[in-house]
């Protein structure tokens, strides 16, 4: 089916209310503080809000992209659906830190090793590039900050977004002060070939603007023990509402809710928030140094009229229906009458799954859990991260590794790190989440054990069932390390980034007593909401095994 997909960038003023006190227009300095970040809760929240409330600054946020590309905490939206949240989120918490936010537009494809990756999805580093420098002439900041840097190499590097984000912030501070480069001064069309996931355009944008140099530019510091012309912000100040900015900080990034920072503990989180450090990198004269003041020695200039052009970006892709993709799928094999247990969270892609195939299922609630009302299942299914979301799963673990010991077959999906390394012992055998992913959705998959079940029954996987994988291979993996986690578990599947290594861990399988434990860290969510050929088959496999001492029928169909 043929799609097309319109990208809106309005760049407007987002007008803040509410509850927290806010300095009005008239009262304002003229001096103007910008933060640029990738995503959105990558902004720096407490250093807007001192900035805006303390001092009586205009401030503003850039974000190069909506976030789209991440998990979702509270639902099972994802992509634009996700952005649009996000969108909202954002504005949301713009108004508790008394700034205004703005979008670049660029797509957020999901994690990133590279800034070269990045780059290359985005259309180029010169497109990027001369959106930040089209937005810095228009806001004219005095000061911009971010919480990114230019580092491109490991083991300091950031996500990829991150690393071109500080790549073009550092470059864009000579280039917007730079009337050679794109004299939007005059009214100029200029045309850009754009290629984003999917596709490309060409886009004509009309500016009107006038170079802009900005004074100082920071990077965030994160290592405590540079101290050398570190500029640090003390955000334990009160505003005239009573709260600190510290609390002010907590209160914004709480509104960042599908990334689950509503979550947020304010008896550990605070002294987080207690102050923050910056490192001057570019300045266009020499400033007195003052370590409390960002802006220390720059003079108010009267500039404020702030306005956007307002552009569209259209591309082309071709997909599947849904229709037709349940249509190829309708052709697989999966064992019927088979029993099935979910243990659900937030995400609703494997029900949809199975309702699209008519594949019977039964949702297990605490109380089945307390009571062992489910022995009488052949496989149960762990939904992803449901050892942070179903706190009554933690509490009755136990009998989950019973159901195996039995004869059962379980299946868990994802967690993060911070969902499970835990003092507790979820799993069979022990078991060591890390952040390390595959992030090329077309990196090459190598099958460790072709004979393996998952591989053969009830359908064949074949080598093009890696292909059109989207987003991602997989995510937060074990570890490969056997005294974290155990060698009893069998590796089933390879693959890495290029030039990369990572754990041969995304698919973990291991017999304990009668049954079988299998933890799957592949992105096989995002395979199945886009009803992705190669991903059912691996999926149905996965769930149509019965083991020979658990009672069951075999009947496939």
Same mark, same amino acid.
């Given at each position: ?37 990738? &995503? /959105?809760? #990558?902004? =720096? ?10 001092? +009586?600054?205009? @401030?503003?946020? *850039? ?118 480069? &794109? /004299?939007? #001064?005059? =009214? ?10 999917? +596709?490309?355009? @060409?886009?004509? *944008? ?138 659900? @969270? ?212």
């Amino acid at each position: 089916m043929f799609k097309r997909l319109c990208i809106h960038l309005f760049l407007y003023l987002f007008i803040v209310t509410g509850a927290y006190t806010q300095v009005n227009d008239a009262e304002k300095s003229n001096l103007t503080l910008l933060c640029i970040a990738a &995503h /959105p809760d #990558d902004e =720096d929240g407490a250093t807007l809000a001192y900035y805006s409330k303390i001092k +009586g600054y205009y @401030t503003y946020t *850039i974000i190069y992209t909506r976030g789209e590309g991440g998990q979702n905490e509270t639902g099972p939206e994802l992509y634009d659906e996700l952005g649009k949240i996000r969108e909202k989120e954002t504005y949301e918490a713009a108004e508790i830190q008394g700034s205004k936010a703005f979008f670049l537009g660029m797509l957020d494809f999901g994690f990133s090793k590279t800034a070269k990756e990045t780059f290359r999805i985005w259309g180029g580093k010169d497109i990027v590039l001369a959106r930040i420098v089209y937005m810095i002439r228009k806001i004219k900041p005095d000061v911009v900050i971010t919480n990114h840097d230019t580092i491109t190499t490991k083991p300091d590097r950031q996500h990829g977004h991150h690393q071109a984000v500080g790549l073009t912030v550092f470059e864009a501070f000579d280039k917007a002060a730079d009337s050679n480069y &794109h /004299p939007e #001064d005059i =009214d100029k069309s200029i045309s850009q070939s754009i290629f984003l996931q999917g +596709g490309h355009t @060409t886009q004509e *944008i009309k500016v009107y603007t006038k170079p802009w140099q900005v004074k100082k530019l920071y990077f965030r510091v994160y290592d405590t023990t540079k101290t050398n012309n570190i500029v640090t912000i003390d955000m334990n100040q009160t505003e005239t509402s009573g709260k600190t900015i510290k609390q002010i900080a907590i209160d914004a990034l709480a509104k960042h809710r599908t990334q689950g920072m509503d979550k947020i503990d304010y008896t550990s989180t605070m002294s987080e928030f207690r102050e923050r450090r910056y490192e001057l990198v570019r300045s266009d004269k020499d400033y007195p140094y003052d370590n409390s003041d960002l802006f220390s020695g720059i003079t108010p200039e009267k500039k404020h009229d702030v306005s956007f052009y307002s552009f569209t970006t259209e591309y082309k892709y071709n997909t599947l229906s849904k229709e037709d993709s349940l249509k190829i799928l309708a052709q697989l094999k999966y064992t019927k009458n088979f029993r099935i247990g979910l243990v659900k @969270t937030y995400d609703n892609t494997i029900e949809n799954f199975f309702s699209g195939l008519g594949i019977d299922y039964s949702l297990i609630d605490s109380a089945m859990l307390a009571n062992r009302q489910m022995y009488d299942y052949d496989v149960i299914l762990l939904d992803m991260r449901a050892f942070l979301y179903r706190n009554d799963l933690v509490q009755y673990n136990d009998r989950i590794l019973d159901f195996v010991k039995e004869g059962g077959n379980v299946i868990c999906f994802y967690n993060k790190p911070g969902d499970w390394n835990t003092d507790a012992q979820l799993a069979p055998y022990p078991i060591f989440i890390t952040p390390e992913r595959v992030t090329e959705e077309d990196a090459p998959v190598t099958v460790l054990n072709p004979d393996h079940k998952y591989f053969n029954m009830p359908n064949k996987i074949k080598t093009e069932d890696w292909n059109g994988w989207v987003q991602e291979r997989n995510i937060y993996l074990p570890s490969d390390d056997t005294a974290k986690t155990s060698p009893v578990y069998e590796k089933l599947l390879a693959m890495q980034d290029e030039d990369d290594p990572v754990p041969q861990t995304s698919l973990l399988w291991a017999m304990f007593g009668k049954g079988t434990y299998t933890y799957c860290s592949l992105a096989l969510y995002r395979q199945l909401k886009i009803f992705n050929t190669g991903g059912a088959k691996l999926f149905l496999n996965m769930i149509s095994q019965k083991n020979k001492s658990h009672k069951g029928i075999e009947n496939i169909r």
